[in-house]
């Protein structure tokens, strides 16, 4: 068989391969054509051909667009380094705990015995209570800090997010700062941690408020979508390395109560802190440890007073969980802001700050 009838036989190198071949033939290689002849077999079928054909070009297509997303939304991680100079100006200072530099703010009267230790959410960083420590600083000392696996702090280097290591960082930080016990305040996963931290470290927490806090197993409304591909196997390996901005927005805005209140500012403190390097890939290995119906059962222990806030548009830890953490720890008092989504210390720190700071005036 010469290369003419070879051309007209078969009309592309695709229905030339898809044909069983025998003996070699190296110069027509350069035609674009294996290196070889048919071998004698059936003939293949139309249904066949094309079948073959459209897989070719499904398979051409599907990488063509795989490298335009990646073109358009490709967000490596950022080290720290390159966003510290926006992200941490003063009053922010760098500590270093279990080989990470740890972002922390310390602000307020020194001399204060019990200071106010603030706990951000997943994804979150310190930023989300600046409205609050401008109020409560003014009396009170008033410590945040960007929890292992967020913000400028980044990962846990031994990759180990169960949360006795987040109460064991806690109390590491204290001994850092000089603080024997506090007043701790969380914001949902935030809060998850300070109740673990009033169950196994009593010593060291003087009174609690909880924000939305995770503390039961999530029977949520709605979910962010970056929450809910950060827990499908292979799009959340994908996301550590491109990051529509358009998701993050969508993730800010479905935990406000008003969506409205998102700006492009507050999307890019978070699409900053989410691409700070390693913060994505500690996201799913922090999602194996959400609370469960024995880690609620502990619940009941708490004895500190406890401050209860809650939105009352939550729909991802909605407000039927503030209403059984108000139940769970005895003498716990609740306020619910009706017109408040998932983060009310951000969404109108005015009004929920005033509540804290009255609960912080009250005597034992």
């Given at each position: 068989?010469?290369?003419?009838?070879?051309?007209?036989?078969?009309?592309?190198?695709?229905?030339?391969?898809?044909?069983?071949?025998?003996?070699?033939?190296?110069?027509?290689?350069?035609?674009?054509?294996?290196?070889?002849?048919?071998?004698?077999?059936?003939?293949?079928t139309?249904?066949?051909?094309?079948?073959?054909?459209?897989?070719?070009?499904?398979?051409?297509?599907?990488?063509?667009l795989?490298?335009?997303?990646t073109?358009?939304?490709?967000?490596?991680?950022?080290?720290?380094?390159?966003?510290?100079?926006?992200?941490?100006?003063?009053?922010?200072?760098?500590?270093?705990?279990?080989?990470?530099?740890?972002?922390?703010?310390?602000?307020?009267?020194?001399?204060?015995?019990?200071?106010?230790?603030?706990?951000?959410?997943?994804?979150?960083?310190?930023?989300?209570?600046?409205?609050?420590?401008?109020?409560?600083?003014?009396?009170?000392?008033?410590i945040?800090?960007?929890?292992?696996?967020?913000?400028?702090?980044?990962?846990?280097?031994?990759?180990?997010?169960?949360?006795?290591?987040?109460?064991?960082?806690?109390?590491?930080?204290?001994?850092?700062?000089?603080?024997?016990?506090?007043?701790?305040?969380?914001?949902?996963?935030?809060?998850?941690?300070?109740?673990?931290?009033?169950?196994?470290?009593?010593?060291?927490?003087?009174?609690?408020?909880?924000?939305?806090?995770?503390?039961?197993?999530?029977?949520?409304?709605?979910?962010?979508?970056?929450?809910?591909?950060?827990?499908?196997?292979?799009?959340?390996?994908l996301?550590?390395?491109?990051?529509?901005?358009?998701?993050?927005?969508?993730?800010?805005?479905?935990?406000?109560?008003?969506?409205?209140?998102?700006?492009?500012?507050?999307?890019?403190?978070?699409?900053?802190?989410?691409?700070?390097?390693?913060?994505?890939?500690?996201?799913?290995?922090?999602?194996?440890?959400?609370?469960?119906?024995?880690?609620?059962?502990?619940?009941?222990?708490?004895?500190?007073?406890?401050?209860?806030?809650?939105?009352?548009?939550?729909?991802?830890?909605?407000?039927?969980?503030?209403?059984?953490?108000?139940?769970?720890?005895a003498?716990?008092?609740?306020?619910?802001f009706?017109?408040?989504?998932?983060?009310?210390?951000?969404?109108?720190?005015?009004?929920?700050?005033?509540?804290?700071?009255?609960?912080?005036?009250?005597?034992?």
């Amino acid at each position: 068989m010469n290369v003419k009838i070879l051309r007209k036989a078969y009309r592309n190198p695709v229905e030339f391969a898809a044909n069983p071949v025998t003996t070699v033939h190296p110069e027509w290689s350069a035609l674009g054509y294996p290196a070889c002849i048919p071998a004698a077999g059936p003939t293949m079928t139309p249904l066949l051909r094309h079948t073959l054909k459209f897989l070719a070009w499904s398979a051409l297509a599907a990488v063509l667009l795989l490298a335009v997303l990646t073109a358009i939304y490709w967000a490596p991680d950022r080290p720290a380094s390159e966003l510290t100079e926006r992200w941490a100006p003063p009053p922010s200072q760098f500590i270093p705990i279990e080989g990470m530099q740890v972002h922390v703010r310390d602000e307020g009267p020194r001399d204060d015995p019990s200071p106010i230790l603030l706990l951000h959410g997943t994804s979150s960083s310190l930023h989300t209570w600046e409205p609050w420590a401008k109020v409560l600083r003014e009396k009170h000392r008033v410590i945040s800090v960007d929890l292992p696996g967020h913000g400028l702090t980044g990962p846990f280097p031994d990759g180990d997010y169960r949360l006795a290591h987040y109460t064991r960082f806690i109390g590491e930080l204290f001994d850092k700062l000089g603080v024997r016990r506090a007043v701790v305040a969380g914001n949902s996963f935030g809060g998850q941690v300070a109740i673990e931290l009033a169950i196994d470290m009593p010593d060291r927490v003087d009174k609690l408020i909880l924000v939305d806090a995770l503390a039961y197993p999530r029977d949520s409304t709605s979910v962010p979508i970056g929450f809910r591909i950060a827990q499908m196997p292979g799009l959340n390996i994908l996301m550590q390395y491109m990051l529509p901005r358009r998701i993050v927005e969508d993730s800010v805005r479905n935990v406000m109560g008003d969506p409205s209140k998102v700006t492009p500012a507050l999307v890019d403190r978070y699409f900053a802190m989410t691409v700070r390097a390693g913060n994505r890939a500690s996201l799913p290995p922090r999602f194996a440890f959400l609370p469960t119906e024995d880690s609620a059962a502990r619940i009941g222990r708490i004895n500190k007073p406890t401050l209860i806030l809650w939105g009352g548009r939550d729909r991802l830890i909605p407000p039927n969980n503030g209403n059984r953490l108000h139940r769970d720890i005895a003498g716990s008092q609740l306020q619910v802001f009706p017109a408040l989504g998932h983060v009310p210390q951000e969404e109108d720190p005015a009004s929920t700050v005033a509540v804290a700071l009255r609960f912080l005036d009250q005597a034992e």
